[in-house]
């Protein structure tokens, strides 16, 4: 079934005006242009697309999908064009990237600079976020490309290895534990706990390994960013769980002890995600490539 664009934006017309007369000043047309549109359009569905209504016109239940449907494809329309628009200026490709933080902090930006300087006529935009937010955004189509921990769920999404990381406890010089090279979880549970965003994949996978060992998580602090968990931590407030080359940044300035986990989940697998990397644009694909070839 095939739609024309002009008879779509006379159909968002009249249903933003709801008014055949102000939808025809509107779109430069005669009202008899427009109504003849709008009959076509239905003939096309099969259903009503409006019904008058003392106020106005107002969307049928098959008006307001297609409504929905034409916003949507507005969108898709008004991307495209900036991405084309950005060939003229000399820019050769824009890549959309969301990414846990845990990510962001370490290996992938490193990554991405060497991509650039390789591409130097490549734009990124990059939006850091928790890993069930990162799914949903490549899901829905406002980025490219994703990076998760592997516990997270991928809800169909297609995956690929990207980077390990080893996740440590972090805690004060003078804490207890301070002087163990490795402990398990279980050891450290009856300490307090420094928290972090409770969506993000740190504090989800804590959640779930105190659970499974039937002890309950003390925490009484939350903090949003690796940097100011690890400044609690020196304060003696609490232990926090991190990548270890994220606490490694901040071990000498604030005196921490990071302190190995005996725990096999504290190895931990990050993954690129993306709808179908068979149908990328050609720079996703490129950077797919980079990361993982």
Not at 7 to 16: P, R, T
Not at 37 to 43: F, H, Q, Y
Not at 85 to 90: F, L, R, T, V
Request: with cysteine; hydrophobic share 45%.
């Amino acid at each position: 079934m095939r739609y024309d664009l002009l008879s779509l934006e006379i159909f968002m017309a009249v249903a933003e005006q709801r008014n055949l007369t102000r939808a025809a000043e509107r779109c430069h047309l005669a009202t008899s242009a427009v109504s003849k549109r709008i009959s076509e359009l239905e003939a096309r569905v099969g259903a009503p697309l409006f019904v008058r209504a003392p106020r106005g016109m107002e969307l049928t239940p098959a008006g307001q999908s297609l409504h929905h449907h034409v916003r949507q494809l507005r969108a898709t329309l008004q991307q495209m064009d900036r991405e084309l628009s950005e060939y003229g200026a000399g820019v050769t490709g824009h890549l959309r990237l969301h990414a846990i933080t845990s990510a962001l902090a370490q290996q992938l930006t490193l990554d991405i600079a060497g991509f650039m300087q390789a591409h130097p006529m490549i734009r990124f935009d990059i939006e850091e976020g928790v890993g069930t937010g990162v799914v949903t955004a490549v899901a829905d189509g406002r980025a490219d490309l994703g990076i998760i921990a592997e516990q997270t769920p991928t809800l169909g999404l297609a995956s690929r290895p990207y980077r390990s990381d080893e996740l440590v406890l972090v805690m004060a010089a003078r804490h207890p534990l301070a002087e163990r090279t490795r402990v398990s979880l279980a050891e450290a549970l009856p300490y307090e706990f420094i928290g972090s965003h409770p969506d993000s994949s740190l504090q989800q996978l804590l959640s779930v390994q105190a659970a499974l060992l039937g002890q309950a998580l003390r925490q009484r602090v939350r903090v949003g960013s690796f940097e100011c968990m690890c400044r609690m931590a020196a304060t003696n407030l609490g232990i926090c769980l991190l990548p270890r080359d994220v606490a490694a940044s901040h071990r000498q300035a604030l005196d921490l002890r990071l302190v190995g986990l005996e725990d096999g989940w504290a190895r931990r697998q990050l993954l690129l995600v993306a709808r179908d990397f068979g149908q990328l644009p050609a720079v996703a694909h490129s950077f797919v490539e980079h990361l993982c070839g």
